[in-house]
């Protein structure tokens, strides 16, 4: 029974290129997450999908980041013209329903972003 | 807002010594409270959780206790292997939105033989 799968699990762009980081959630899973970890930080919570909608993007950046879910195939996470800034670990997690307060994420093992 | 605090590491043991992570949290209610793991080159893994106070969570030998009065949830094992090399991270559920997790930073562990 596969993890939740996310590739490329490293990524270099140089400043002003776009990045595609894809996710697949474990098989029966339909909600997934987006989060970004910095350097020296905790993981941070950008975007929470459901199949074809986007339930939540609170924390998101308003410009350049975007994130799909669609019917067929894995979830996109998408920076347009990255910046150095935007070097980090973003990391993806699936549920079967809407995680509840004590439900369990499952998590993928990052995309390690690198901005040149 | 809501946020989760963590001892920094790395922290370095030697096998068989006992393990204490401190982890205290701020919130304006009763979130659950997690132990994730993160082994090199995997994904996180949910290590143990509770969710109300008093509560204590459980797993592989590692415990921690949700303790309100001091918001703390220590995570502590009485003797570790080199298996349990690792990245460990304390986090809460957000109250609002519960399938928000709020991470604290991580601490690293290494287990020397």
């Known amino acids: 029974n596969a993890g939740v799968m996310q590739n490329p699990r490293h990524l270099v762009r140089r400043r002003g290129q776009e990045a595609r980081l894809r996710c697949s959630p474990m098989?029966?899973?339909?909600?997934v997450y987006w989060y970004r970890q910095l350097p020296e930080e905790g993981l941070k919570f950008m975007v929470y999908?459901?199949?074809?909608?986007?339930?939540?993007e609170s924390g998101m950046p308003k410009e350049r980041f975007s994130a799909e879910f669609p019917k067929e195939g894995p979830s996109i996470l998408r920076i347009q013209q990255v910046v150095r800034g935007d070097s980090a670990a973003y990391f993806c997690?699936?549920?079967?329903?809407?995680?509840?307060?004590?439900?369990?994420?499952?998590f993928g093992p990052g995309t390690r972003l690198t901005v040149l | 807002g809501d946020s989760v605090t963590q001892m920094e590491g790395p922290v370095t043991l030697s096998e068989e010594a006992f393990l204490t992570i401190n982890c205290t949290y701020t919130?304006?209610?009763?979130?659950?409270l997690f132990w994730y793991v993160q082994y090199p080159g995997e994904g996180l893994q949910l290590l143990l959780k509770?969710?109300?106070?008093?509560d204590k969570g459980s797993n592989k030998g590692f415990e921690a206790t949700y303790r309100k009065e001091t918001t703390s949830f220590h995570l502590e094992k009485g003797s570790v292997q080199v298996s349990d090399s690792a990245v460990y991270f304390c986090?809460?559920?957000?109250?609002?939105?519960?399938?928000?997790?709020?991470f604290g930073s991580g601490t690293r562990l290494l287990v020397r033989p």
């Open positions: 986090a809460l559920s957000d109250l609002d939105s519960s399938y928000k997790l709020i």
């Open positions: 999908l459901q199949k074809e909608n986007i339930i939540d």
């Open positions: 997690a699936s549920s079967p329903q809407g995680a509840g307060p004590t439900d369990e994420q499952f």
């Open positions: 098989k029966g899973h339909s909600h």
């Open positions: 919130a304006t209610g009763y979130p659950s």
């Open positions: 509770a969710t109300k106070a008093d």
